[in-house]
């Protein structure tokens, strides 16, 4: 494999193509996706043909009504009176795939409800966390990268790595920044780093409180590949509230969840060996570059394609939520 520029890192993290900057691959990919879209035509998800052709071969009392709009390329579905209702029935559908073995994807049940937005505030419904991808709807998650301040390293700085377990359904055994996690309805993001920072590195909620920094927000649309665990080209629409946290020195993380293998604490020089070789899952890697630009490690002066890694870090999206409205720390 061909070592990976940073440019290159962001492409495959960010891999659906810009209908500027390339038309063709552009228009070739979207000739194969449906817009999953709601009542007033607000687009909510790009959904593969192949999962289109699924849910119309799904028994009607098990989907509810569908129309499909070959013409326009739109799927309406999961339009009942309520958001109860709306997330009853997408339950219903995804449990009955699951039942079937329709969806390799779906063997990686985790029992979250994900939100779907029909506004930048709203919630329409709620989705089975492993099953978004069959509906290509926004993903929310929240990552964290720890660090410890080192004169003796270069940068002045240490990184906190971990390994994600080799028994994991999604990217085992491959590379993450500190913690990271999903966002599930109604949860708070900052809640959420600090329930992930105590599950998967044993960090105390007060020191979370007291050290960690929310730095922003990224944005991008990733397409899985086999280590996804299900099928390929699923579009991964997603957004991550981003923190920092300066360590003690003397802190030893300890995984406690089963879904980290163990830590590392790279140089920065390491930790940017290990992302040329492509050994971090992709989305981490992605908010390890951001990392590196927010200290000052890249510059505009010795990264030549700074401002496309920029346009990737927050590429503005189609779909509605709270990524619209702005950053939010709480």
């Known amino acids: 494999m061909a070592r990976l520029t940073n440019l290159g890192i962001m492409k495959q993290a960010d891999a659906f193509p810009y209908p500027d900057a390339e038309p063709e691959a552009y228009k070739a990919l979207s000739e194969t996706l449906y817009t999953l879209t709601w009542k007033d035509g607000q687009p909510l998800g790009y959904m593969l043909d192949s999962v289109v052709k699924q849910l119309l071969a799904t028994p009607e009392e098990v989907r509810g009504p569908v129309v499909v709009d070959e013409a326009k390329r739109t799927v309406h579905a999961f339009e009942q009176p309520t958001e109860a209702e709306r997330t009853a029935r997408v339950a219903t559908l995804m449990a009955y795939w699951r039942e079937n073995q329709t969806f390799d994807i779906l063997r990686g049940w985790r029992d979250e409800l994900w939100p779907v937005y029909g506004s ?33 390293a270069p940068y002045g700085m240490k990184l906190l790595v971990a390994q994600r377990a080799p028994n994991k359904s999604t990217y085992p055994s491959m590379l993450d920044n500190s913690v990271a996690g999903g966002l599930m309805t109604g949860e708070d993001p900052f809640e959420c780093i600090i329930r992930e920072a105590d599950e998967e590195a044993d960090l105390p909620e007060a020191l979370m409180r007291e050290r960690a920094k929310f730095t922003g927000m990224a944005t991008y649309i990733y397409i899985t590949d086999e280590r996804a665990g299900g099928e390929a080209g699923q579009i991964y629409p997603e957004t991550q509230w981003i923190y920092d946290i300066e360590l003690p020195a003397d802190f030893e993380p300890a995984p406690k969840d089963g879904e980290v293998a163990g830590f590392y604490m790279w140089t920065v020089d390491e930790v940017k060996e290990k992302l040329a070789e492509g050994r971090f899952k992709p989305n981490c890697a992605l908010i390890l570059v951001d990392f590196f630009l927010r200290h000052k490690i890249l510059t505009p002066e010795n990264e030549p394609d700074y401002d496309e890694i920029l346009r990737r870090l927050h590429r503005k999206l189609p779909f509605p939520g709270p990524h619209q409205v702005g950053p939010s720390t709480a």
């Open 120 to 152: 930048d505030t709203e919630v329409l419904y709620s989705a089975e966390r492993s099953g978004t991808g069959l509906l290509g709807i926004m993903r929310y998650g929240v990552h964290m990268t720890g660090y410890v301040k080192d004169d003796t």
